[in-house]
């Protein structure tokens, strides 16, 4: 069975399929997914057991406060120095946990002290634990330093991590030897963050990537183009992991 979702990149594609009463009877034993990966040779492939895809979330934090003139702005509570502090905090988390993606405060005048900030930051783990951890240490943090601020948070583009079953892992890995495609060496797992790692607590998963050209410029690079040479190892792969599976 060929599955498409109604979204993709927003994290609630696969959770809609999960979600739809017509999804329920078919009881998919495996589940597997291809995401062609710029860095690696064209066409070879890369999968591992465990961790393939990290879990993520953003967060808008809307931080207000009271503004004031600029000459008297101790008569306001200014946003800046819960940013201040925010911005170095973000930075001393692990590597690779936290983003800050968008900051915005006050108005664009020289006559108010601002009173209203908006921060966008996406947090990221490679288990969906991990996240949620990570949430509840930055959740209290910004309550132990708002300050008299107040702060609303609201999550946005969650996306559970995808966890690569051993069985479903070692099909894949049989069916590229299977088809002479070449071996790929890649760190998993992936730092950014697939629908179809809902499917994971549903199905036997493997997500596993299909390299674009060594030369091909990144992910969401402007100049970025998919290779068309992948169109025909891509569906060579599922045919015989299908064949595999159903045997």
């Known amino acids: 069975m060929l599955l498409f979702q109604p979204a993709e990149e927003t994290g609630a594609g696969a959770r809609a399929v999960l979600a739809d009463p017509a ?27 465990g961790p393939a895809s990290c879990a993520s979330v953003g967060w808008r934090i809307a931080v207000t406060g009271r503004a004031a003139h600029a000459a008297f702005p101790e ?67 910004l309550a132990a330093n708002a300050g008299g601020l107040d702060v609303q948070i609201t999550r946005h583009d969650h996306f559970n991590a995808t966890l690569n079953d051993p069985n479903a892992a070692t099909h894949v890995a049989a069916a590229r030897q299977n088809l002479g495609l070449e071996q790929a060496d890649f760190p998993f797992p992936m730092r950014p963050s697939e629908d179809f790692g809902a499917f994971s607590t549903h199905a036997k998963c493997a997500l596993f990537f299909l390299g674009a050209g060594e030369d091909q410029p990144a992910l969401h690079d402007p100049a970025y183009d998919f290779p068309d040479a992948l169109i025909a190892p891509g569906v060579a792969m599922f045919r015989q992991v299908l064949a595999q599976v159903t045997q």
Do not use: K, Y
Not at 23 to 49: E, K, T, Y
Not at 117 to 134: I, Q, Y
């Open 23 to 49: 999804f329920s009877p078919l009881r998919p034993d495996f589940a597997f997914a291809l995401h062609n990966m710029p860095g690696l040779p064209l066409g070879a492939v890369a999968v591992a057991a």
């Open 75 to 141: 008569t306001g509570r200014s946003p800046a120095p819960l940013l201040a502090r925010l911005v170095p905090h973000l930075a001393s988390l692990p590597a690779n946990t936290a983003t800050l993606c968008h900051l915005n405060m006050g108005a664009p005048a020289f006559g108010i002290a601002p009173g209203q900030a908006v921060a966008h930051v996406t947090l990221r783990h490679a288990s969906d634990a991990g996240l949620a951890r990570l949430e509840q240490d930055l959740q209290a943090w």
